[in-house]
């Protein structure tokens, strides 16, 4: 899903948006935060060529995606906020519960990866799971 919003380094680099001070401060804001988030991924690289075992967490599911996505991945969680993705999260999982037939159909389309998505690959076969994102997306309050 995030994969729609991964325009701003195009547009960033493409139009003079650093002649604004306050925009140039924003630039370089997110690209501390990308300076991170690559400093994150690669210690976390160097724990599992040394054998450390996956665990089930974000990152180590989004580290098997390419960098430039995870990279994206964690500047768009960082720069949303703690609150903006746990609460669409919760409004997904709410919206699920209610909708017990939407709930059956999305399980039924992972349930055919016959494992858990690792890859970019696997999650551009999710189309309903993304849908129901996406329209979780629309219709949440936060």
Request: with cysteine; charged share 25%; net charge neutral.
């Amino acid at each position: 899903i995030l994969k729609h919003i991964q325009l701003g380094p195009f547009i960033q680099n493409r139009y003079p948006f650093k002649l604004n001070k306050d925009v140039a401060k924003f630039y370089s804001a997110v690209d501390n935060v990308e300076k991170y988030s690559k400093e994150i991924i690669a210690r976390r690289q160097q724990e599992l060529k040394k054998g450390a075992t996956p665990e089930c967490n974000i990152l180590d599911k989004l580290i098997f995606m390419g960098k430039q996505d995870l990279i994206w991945n964690l500047v768009t969680f960082t720069l949303s906020g703690g609150s903006s993705v746990p609460s669409t999260i919760e409004w997904f999982l709410y919206l699920m519960c209610v909708h017990p037939d939407a709930q059956k159909k999305a399980r039924a389309e992972v349930d055919v990866l016959g494992k858990d998505p690792t890859d970019n690959d696997d999650l551009d076969k999710l189309r309903y799971v993304e849908a129901c994102v996406l329209e979780t997306l629309r219709v949440s309050v936060s």
